[in-house]
């Protein structure tokens, strides 16, 4: 669904999606269109509304946590039995004063152990998904693997892009990557693209490799254009690409992902 928003005075209100898709512009005027995934909030009123991304339950929680000046969608969130605790994955564009705003995909704590008995922030939000290809693997994503593999660990997360055939799936990869590196572009514009990446990437890719970043780099550079397809099944293909990378997808979740890379 497209949900279009008409601004009262010069205040653009918060809206809400409810698909996942990657929105490719945004009006400077008063009023616009914009293609937000359910789950995704702009933090731009104390009480914004709030509606959950299927399977993401906390995407309330989320959005009220969010500060003023980032736009954010939860990406994945870790609960477990063991404890009244919640990781969740989060990615957050925030507008820079003096500087271009940044992109990232943070960790964001909840406890529920209190006097309330309500989820409650602590701490700060830390770096988890390296953004940058070249950059080190965040202090923080060690022990978030460890948590994610705790028996009873209930994880939910993005997964999985509709499309019919794997060659569609990269195709709308490429020009989401394109609008994740393009700093010009609105914030609700580049979540949108980011929410739709992290779908789009394993769990392997994601966390067990840190591979994201280059992901986001070879996508974005055109050298994941599919070429040459071998289809192994009805849920498993390898593609060999321009750039001769050999991607291997796996159809999971709601649609295509992409499992290994190997090559270039």
Known sequence: MIRCVRATGDRLGATIGVCLGVCLGVSSGPSGCTREPEGHFVREEPEPAAQSTPGLRFAPTIARAAQAGETVVLLLELTSPSDRRLDAVVGVSRAGADADP?????LWTFDQANKADVLTRV???Q??????????TA???AAFRLRMAVPGANVQRLLGISAPTPEAALEQLEPAA????DVTASAPARIDALALIFSGLDDGVVFE???LGVAIDKLAAGQWQGREVSTRSERRASVETSGGATLELLSKGNGWVIATARGR
């Open 102 to 106: 940044t992109l990232a995909i943070e």
């Open 123 to 125: 701490g700060e939000p």
């Open 127 to 136: 770096a988890l998904v390296r953004m940058d290809a070249s950059g080190p």
């Open 139 to 141: 202090p923080a994503m």
């Open 178 to 181: 394109k609008l994740a590196r």
């Open 209 to 211: 490799r840190d591979g």
